[in-house]
């Protein structure tokens, strides 16, 4: 079981940054791929951006060069750096968990994210 909690999402102007972060706890959190997704309405949960535990990194295509994923297992914290922000970035940010290839997957609350234009 693993419980994640996200924060750090707010109201922004277009051109700034924010830093979303996601605090895990739960066993054998190493084996987890870690990442975020993000919600618009009207639309399917896309991916923005997972990192494994090795520290490999993937990201959407929509939020290349913008968005920093980044672990700090010590802290078994996930952020998502997000920069040069857009009217489109807008929507609920989810902190998720998860292996690939099984049924074992676990998702925060949620944290909205608006960019005003």
């Known amino acids: 079981q693993v419980q994640l909690v996200e924060s750090g999402g707010g109201l922004v102007q277009a051109g700034g940054s924010l830093r979303l972060s996601c605090a895990a706890s739960?066993?054998?959190?190493?084996?987890?791929?870690m990442g975020w997704h993000r919600q618009v309405p009207g639309k399917q949960r896309e991916l923005v951006a997972r990192i494994t535990s090795s520290g490999s990194t993937d990201y959407g295509g929509s939020v290349k060069g913008r968005f920093t994923i980044s672990r700090d297992s010590a802290k078994n914290t996930v952020y998502l750096q997000m920069t040069s922000l857009k009217f489109e970035d807008t929507g609920v940010y989810y902190c998720?968990?998860?292996?690939?290839?099984?049924?074992?997957?676990?998702w925060g609350q949620g944290t909205q994210v608006t960019v005003s234009s």
């Open positions: 998720g968990a998860w292996v690939p290839g099984t049924t074992m997957n676990y």
């Open positions: 739960g066993s054998m959190l190493s084996r987890y791929v």
